[in-house]
């Protein structure tokens, strides 16, 4: 047990050794962010993993400033909502799962298993707001504790939803588990999986458990493809965004796992780049089939034009496959996605904000359900 204050003012803090040691290592603190302080301590090698960043970043000192950066970096990630696409297949159109999964509402806060969370409570409980006949949304939010993995002793909270929904005579549910923070993507898995299991105890649904876009759903090497196609036209208005960051890693399924030698310079995570997304797919390394069974892409941010109904304005998206840090089965990894900024042009732009999200979040839904299924068929 380090002896540290039981709450470190961070104006003043210079953290030296295994205090560094114990802040960087926090899971909440990205490898990104460690690479971009060791860039500025003079650490510019590729490729280096998180131990090695860690342990070169623990010879050093990191100003309070950083410090301060850092955490609310981490924090500003968490509370940005990131969605996740799931469908529960029905065993009719006509199913009554609404009033079903109404009635599951009292066991919410039980199966969200929030007492087994350290430092985790909720300040508003799952409740459940019927928007019309066919769409349900379960929200909620928590209260979340930090103490020693970071050094400091701060309370935050965080907010999530889930929203299930049928089209008019379909027959699946679209479940979208909207979550900030891990703990409530964990408790947003809980409340489904239970909802999923009640409704095929009761006859309505045909699934134990929701179908999840996964990184092993995809046939040979259709992810990159799915990705591309994201960052291309039609899935946020006409025009196709611009790629700004992309991260791929060796196929560990390939001999040796190591990329070849055209692809070297693509390893780890690209940042700072602007490619047009159609133009990355032209590429020769990227394009050419026989390159795809070495490299795994993971995630793509981009940038995406767009113009709904006269809001105009430019977003900053990010795709990726949730792998867990430490998993070795990357089939599992499912797809999640999250609008990171958004910026209107013209007059009124806080008004047209809460537009804008919702036009955005429903197009790339749309274009996700539209490529996935497109290339599943293939």
């Known amino acids: ?17 295994e205090q560094l040691r114990v802040l960087l290592s926090g899971d909440r603190i990205s490898i990104g962010d460690l690479a971009t302080l060791a860039r500025k301590k003079g650490l510019f090698a590729s490729g280096l993993d998180r131990t090695r960043l860690i342990q070169f970043l623990s010879t050093t000192l990191v100003q309070p400033v950083e410090i301060e950066k850092l955490l609310k970096d981490s924090v500003s990630r968490e509370a940005k909502p990131k969605a996740q696409p799931q469908k529960v297949t029905l065993t009719a159109t006509d199913a009554r ?18 007492e087994r969370i350290p430092g985790v409570s909720f300040v508003r409980e799952p409740s459940i707001q019927r928007v019309d006949r066919n769409h349900l949304v379960v929200s909620y939010e928590i209260s979340r504790e930090d103490y020693s993995r970071d050094l400091l002793h701060r309370e935050l909270s965080f907010t999530a939803d889930i929203s299930i929904r049928q089209d008019e005579g379909a027959w699946v549910l679209d479940v979208i588990s909207t979550y900030t923070a891990k703990e409530t993507d964990r408790i947003n ?37 799915f990705l591309l196609r994201l960052a291309g036209p039609s899935t946020v208005g006409k025009e196709p965004g611009q790629i700004v960051d992309l991260t791929i890693k060796p196929n560990s399924a390939r001999a040796g796992a190591d990329l070849p030698p055209e692809l070297k310079l693509l ?29 795994l892409m993971t995630r793509v941010l981009v ?3 767009f113009d ?29 996605f999250g609008v990171e900024s958004i910026s209107i042009t013209g007059v009124r732009k806080s008004e047209q904000q809460p537009k804008a999200r919702k036009a955005l979040n429903a197009a790339i839904l749309a274009a996700v359900d539209r490529h996935f299924t497109a290339l599943r068929s293939l």
């Open 189 to 225: 898995d809980q409340i489904i999986n239970h909802v999923t299991r009640e409704l095929k105890v009761a006859g309505i649904s045909k699934d134990d458990t929701p179908a999840k876009i996964r990184l092993g759903s995809f046939d040979g090497n259709n992810h990159v493809t």
């Open 97 to 114: 799962w609404q009033a079903a999964v109404e009635r599951l509402q009292v066991d919410f806060a039980t199966v969200a298993g929030i």
């Open 1 to 17: 047990m380090l002896d540290v204050p039981e709450k470190v003012d961070i104006s003043t803090w210079l953290p030296f050794g």
């Open 303 to 305: 940038d995406h034009p």
């Open 308 to 336: 709904f109904e006269g809001v105009k304005g430019k977003c900053s998206v990010v795709y990726y496959f949730q792998i867990a840090r430490g998993s070795e089965d990357l089939a599992i990894a499912p797809f999640s």
């Open 267 to 295: 390893e780890g995570s690209i940042r700072n780049m602007r490619m047009d997304g159609d133009k990355l797919n032209e590429i020769s390394l990227l394009a050419n089939v026989q390159y795809h069974g070495s490299f």
